[in-house]
């Protein structure tokens, strides 16, 4: 599983702080449903936890998602308490957590933004799962690069 680098993630923030514009954090094979901004007019917007604390966090959230006795009603009132989310989830076992960073200048950049092991790789009809209207958005999305510290 690949978890989000929330570590990582304000390391490049405070790094590039000084020209960036906003940062939004999500799986960049499914950006367009995951991402949820974090950093805007140089301040956070979003309380991220560290990693450990988001790790913490998500063995509290898989027993409050697996408890019979709530609704989906009660599951969604009280996830929302649960900050290590983003787009509603903590990573993922395929795809890759990602930051954008938007500059003031007009520049974007996507860096892979994930710690944790590399699971299954995606499969070579992947591209075939996209419907008529994903598979154009995702061809648009630029490419990863990876933060060099």
């Known amino acids: 599983m690949k978890y989000y680098d929330y570590d990582k993630a304000r390391r490049i923030i405070e790094a590039e702080k000084e020209g960036l514009d906003r940062a939004d954090l ?6 367009f449903w995951t991402a949820d901004t ?14 450990e604390k ?24 009280k996830s929302k308490k649960f900050n290590h989310l983003i787009g509603g989830i903590l990573g993922s076992a395929w795809a ?21 092991e590399v699971g299954r790789e995606k499969s070579l009809n992947f591209e075939m799962g996209f419907g008529c209207l994903s598979k154009p958005v995702q061809d648009s999305i630029a490419k990863l690069e990876k933060w060099e510290e």
Not at 26 to 31: L, N, R, S, T, V
Not at 38 to 51: A, L
Not at 54 to 77: F, G, H, I, W
């Open 38 to 51: 974090i950093y805007e007019d140089g301040k956070y917007v979003r309380d991220i936890p560290s990693n």
């Open 96 to 116: 890759t957590p990602t930051i954008l960073l938007q500059y003031k200048d007009g520049r974007s950049i996507f860096y892979e933004c994930f710690h944790g």
């Open 26 to 31: 999500g799986i960049h094979e499914d950006w």
């Open 54 to 77: 988001a790790l913490k966090a998500n063995e509290k959230y898989k027993k409050m998602v697996q408890d019979p006795k709530l609704t989906s009603e009660d599951r969604y009132k």
